[in-house]
């Protein structure tokens, strides 16, 4: 059960292990592009090419639905950025129940954009944890968990990435290690929710300090992308890193597009300008330049 291209690594995983997928749960096609076409989610292309049965309710709370899941038979539900709340009886039906592979290191960010919440708030790792679930919001007890660091680089598009291969592998381990693997409940300390990501939250303000807007820029890369104005044009910041300078904030420092903030200073090293694709600085700087004293609007 999933939906996004992080869940697909996870079923090739699965099917090259072996295991028989008796059905994919997806979410429905949505309209997408620019004749608005119903496109099927990535997990529905991967499953079609791989030549298993694809089912994609737009919900899971109906008997007529939950009947269906339970005909299944399965042996454990495997759920990966799925999208859709699963109620008791579908969580009941299968035999060894349903594992989540879920993006950090639990109770800290539970919820629905834990890669972007670590490296907004500057975490020095996370990683996945192997849950087996229970009608909370990511409250079940931990059967599996790896971390790996965040590196001063790092952009959620990136940490997607590996979070994704590590899952895909560690729910292959849990599965194969079932049987010994004891439930570890979740500490009642230290619960942090990662609230969706609202797009309020990509307009980049200039006199936050140089380290937290480096941090909004990494987390919000690629998508949905912090922003600012240069010359009345909206430009996403995509990648960058924190300068040794000082400046009026929100000022261009020199013609490299050093850029001052509340304190310290940032350089953005990959750009994008709207209906455009994303460049390098040098590529950006050849086709736009900017002169130092530019004042940027957030």
């Given at each position: 059960?999933?939906?996004?291209?992080?869940?697909v690594p996870?079923?090739d995983a699965?099917?090259?292990?072996?295991?028989?997928?008796?059905?994919?749960?997806?979410q429905?096609?949505r309209a997408a592009?620019?004749?608005?076409?119903?496109?099927?989610t990535p997990v529905?292309q991967?499953?079609?090419?791989?030549?298993l049965?694809?089912?994609?309710p737009g919900?899971?709370?109906t008997a007529e639905?939950?009947?269906?899941?339970a005909?299944?038979?399965a042996?454990?539900?495997?759920v990966?950025a799925?999208g859709l709340?699963?109620?008791?009886?579908v969580?009941n039906?299968?035999r060894?129940?349903?594992?989540?592979?879920h993006?950090?290191?639990?109770?800290?960010?539970?919820g629905?954009?834990p890669?972007h919440?670590a490296?907004?708030?500057?975490d020095?790792?996370?990683?996945?944890?192997?849950?087996?679930?229970e009608?909370g919001?990511?409250t079940g007890?931990?059967?599996l968990?790896?971390?790996?660091?965040?590196?001063?680089?790092?952009t959620t598009?990136?940490l997607?990435d590996?979070?994704?291969?590590l899952?895909?592998?560690?729910i292959?381990e849990?599965l194969a290690r079932l049987p010994?693997?004891e439930?570890?409940p979740?500490?009642a300390?230290?619960v942090t929710y990662?609230?969706?990501?609202?797009?309020a939250?990509?307009?980049i303000d200039?006199?936050?300090p140089?380290?937290?807007?480096d941090?909004q820029?990494?987390?919000?890369?690629?998508f949905?992308?912090?922003w600012c104005e240069?010359?009345?044009e909206r430009?996403?910041l995509l990648?960058?890193?924190?300068a040794?300078a000082?400046g009026?904030?929100?000022t261009v420092?020199d013609d490299?597009?050093?850029?001052?903030?509340?304190s310290?200073?940032?350089?953005?090293t990959?750009?994008q300008?709207?209906g455009?694709?994303a460049?390098?600085?040098d590529?950006?700087?050849?086709g736009?330049p900017?002169a130092?004293?530019?004042r940027?609007?957030?």
């Amino acid at each position: 059960m999933g939906t996004p291209e992080f869940s697909v690594p996870a079923l090739d995983a699965l099917v090259e292990a072996g295991h028989q997928v008796v059905c994919v749960y997806t979410q429905p096609p949505r309209a997408a592009g620019r004749g608005k076409k119903d496109r099927p989610t990535p997990v529905h292309q991967r499953a079609e090419a791989l030549g298993l049965p694809v089912r994609h309710p737009g919900t899971l709370r109906t008997a007529e639905v939950q009947d269906a899941f339970a005909a299944l038979e399965a042996d454990v539900g495997v759920v990966v950025a799925y999208g859709l709340i699963l109620p008791r009886p579908v969580l009941n039906a299968p035999r060894h129940g349903c594992l989540n592979i879920h993006a950090s290191l639990l109770p800290r960010w539970r919820g629905a954009a834990p890669i972007h919440r670590a490296i907004m708030a500057g975490d020095a790792e996370t990683g996945v944890c192997i849950m087996q679930m229970e009608p909370g919001l990511d409250t079940g007890p931990v059967l599996l968990r790896e971390a790996i660091p965040i590196g001063a680089e790092d952009t959620t598009g990136a940490l997607h990435d590996r979070l994704s291969a590590l899952g895909a592998r560690m729910i292959v381990e849990t599965l194969a290690r079932l049987p010994e693997l004891e439930p570890e409940p979740q500490p009642a300390k230290g619960v942090t929710y990662a609230e969706k990501i609202d797009k309020a939250e990509a307009r980049i303000d200039w006199t936050r300090p140089a380290a937290e807007i480096d941090r909004q820029i990494r987390g919000l890369s690629p998508f949905p992308g912090a922003w600012c104005e240069i010359g009345g044009e909206r430009v996403k910041l995509l990648a960058s890193a924190v300068a040794d300078a000082t400046g009026e904030p929100g000022t261009v420092l020199d013609d490299r597009l050093t850029i001052a903030c509340g304190s310290g200073a940032i350089v953005p090293t990959r750009l994008q300008r709207a209906g455009r694709g994303a460049q390098d600085l040098d590529t950006f700087l050849r086709g736009w330049p900017v002169a130092a004293g530019t004042r940027l609007e957030g």
